[in-house]
């Protein structure tokens, strides 16, 4: 499949001021959603806690992560968000999308809503 990628912004939740809006790659392979350490602490994000976190090559990391209001496609949610290297392309993890029932179509390589959230 191929490689999808959707608009993401990002603010501390709650705020209106600062914000962080980038190409984010969508990796269901990924929990969590990651952006450059220096754009989360611009915008005012703080790192809650840190974690390890295998990396798709096998290596294991430790990051520090935050929490944030996540936006896309016309949806909001909020979750974790992992300072990531200043180098990296941003994530947006499965637990983002499933969070607002947006979900892969393999057919067509696109983001799609579910027509309702798994309550259940």
């Known amino acids: 499949m191929g490689l999808i990628h959707v608009t993401v912004s990002l603010r501390v939740p709650g705020t209106t001021n600062g914000i962080y809006e980038s190409v984010f790659l969508v990796d269901t392979g990924a929990t969590?959603?990651?952006?450059?350490?220096?754009?989360?602490?611009?915008?005012?994000?703080?790192?809650?806690g840190k974690t390890t976190y295998e990396l798709a090559d096998?290596?294991?990391?430790?990051?520090?992560?935050?929490?944030?209001?996540?936006?896309?496609?016309?949806?909001?949610?909020a979750g974790?968000?992992?300072?990531?290297?200043?180098a990296t392309e941003p994530i947006l993890g499965v637990t983002?999308?499933?969070?607002?029932?947006?979900t892969i179509d393999p057919a067509t390589r696109t983001l799609k809503r579910l027509p309702a959230i798994p309550l259940k």
């Open 32 to 48: 969590d959603s990651m952006a450059p350490a220096s754009e989360l602490s611009r915008i005012g994000i703080e790192p809650v």
């Open 58 to 77: 096998g290596t294991l990391h430790e990051f520090r992560f935050g929490l944030a209001q996540i936006e896309f496609m016309g949806e909001i949610t």
């Open 80 to 86: 974790r968000i992992v300072f990531g290297p200043e």
């Open 96 to 102: 983002a999308l499933e969070s607002v029932g947006v």
